[in-house]
């Protein structure tokens, strides 16, 4: 079974900190991709890679950076949280072959709160 | 541009009852995907299909079907026989262009025992 696995289901932090936000994958993935997820906004992508030290910015890269150091795992960072960064991110690996829209498979999310 | 209407915010159905959930896009691109996802309680959004725009053959799986109808934009998703288990936020989403998925804004289904 794919597992995608997220470092925290819930955190809360401080306006101003640097916060990461860690996503594992088992199977060898080529693509990884961070979302963040709100009410009434469905899921919007934030960053994607297709490899190792490459990365591609989706709808929503400000405030954002990334981190693709090995295969199997992606980073998300927030520089300097805000509250408007308040959301659940989600993390999610695919296959490249055949192309960006194969099957994608989803962490359980991290609820993020910067107060 | 691109979009996907989930218009249906939440819905409410008996066990048992038929359900069908609503997607329509827009895009003007010939080549896309059509995707469903499930958002159970737990958090992990399951993939459930993928279309292509030149695939328009209606599905079947089990209680799930979906109908793909390129006249109207649409890619409706039906479960019958509905379960509590069936009981999540139901994503449609569109893939188009430059590499990207573009999510409606979901749909809470609610499955009464």
């Given at each position: 079974?794919?597992?995608?696995?997220?470092?925290?289901?819930?955190?809360?932090?401080?306006?101003?900190?640097?916060?990461f936000?860690?996503?594992?994958?088992?199977?060898?993935?080529?693509?990884?991709?961070?979302?963040?997820?709100?009410?009434?906004?469905?899921l919007?992508?934030?960053?994607?890679?297709?490899?190792?030290?490459?990365?591609?910015?989706g709808?929503?890269?400000?405030?954002?950076?990334?981190?693709?150091?090995?295969?199997?795992?992606?980073s998300?960072?927030?520089?300097?949280?805000?509250?408007?960064?308040?959301s659940?991110?989600?993390c999610?690996?695919?296959f490249?072959?055949?192309?960006?829209y194969?099957?994608q498979?989803?962490?359980?999310?991290?609820?993020?709160?910067?107060? | 541009a691109?979009?996907?209407?989930?218009?249906?915010?939440?819905?409410?159905?008996?066990?048992?009852?038929?359900?069908?959930l609503?997607?329509?896009?827009?895009?003007?691109?010939?080549?896309?995907?059509?995707?469903w996802?499930?958002?159970p309680?737990s958090?992990?959004?399951?993939?459930?299909?993928?279309?292509?725009?030149?695939?328009e053959?209606?599905?079947i799986?089990?209680?799930?079907?979906w109908?793909?109808?390129?006249?109207?934009?649409?890619?409706n998703f039906?479960?019958?026989?509905?379960?509590?288990?069936?009981?999540?936020?139901?994503f449609?989403?569109?893939?188009t262009g430059?590499?990207?998925?573009?999510?409606?804004?979901g749909?809470r289904?609610?499955?009464?025992?």
């Amino acid at each position: 079974d794919v597992k995608v696995t997220q470092s925290s289901r819930y955190l809360v932090k401080r306006t101003g900190e640097k916060v990461f936000l860690e996503c594992v994958q088992d199977m060898d993935h080529e693509n990884m991709f961070w979302y963040r997820q709100d009410p009434g906004l469905g899921l919007r992508l934030i960053y994607f890679s297709y490899d190792v030290k490459m990365k591609e910015k989706g709808d929503i890269p400000e405030g954002y950076s990334v981190s693709r150091e090995k295969k199997e795992r992606f980073s998300l960072i927030l520089e300097s949280a805000s509250t408007n960064q308040t959301s659940m991110y989600l993390c999610a690996s695919s296959f490249l072959a055949g192309g960006f829209y194969n099957e994608q498979f989803f962490g359980p999310g991290t609820r993020l709160t910067v107060l | 541009a691109q979009k996907v209407t989930q218009a249906q915010t939440e819905i409410s159905v008996v066990e048992k009852e038929d359900v069908t959930l609503d997607c329509v896009y827009e895009t003007r691109d010939t080549t896309y995907y059509l995707f469903w996802y499930k958002q159970p309680p737990s958090g992990e959004l399951v993939f459930l299909i993928r279309r292509n725009s030149f695939d328009e053959q209606n599905e079947i799986s089990g209680r799930y079907s979906w109908n793909f109808q390129k006249s109207t934009s649409s890619f409706n998703f039906t479960i019958t026989a509905s379960q509590v288990v069936d009981s999540a936020v139901y994503f449609c989403a569109l893939g188009t262009g430059a590499n990207n998925l573009f999510f409606g804004t979901g749909t809470r289904l609610t499955v009464i025992p």
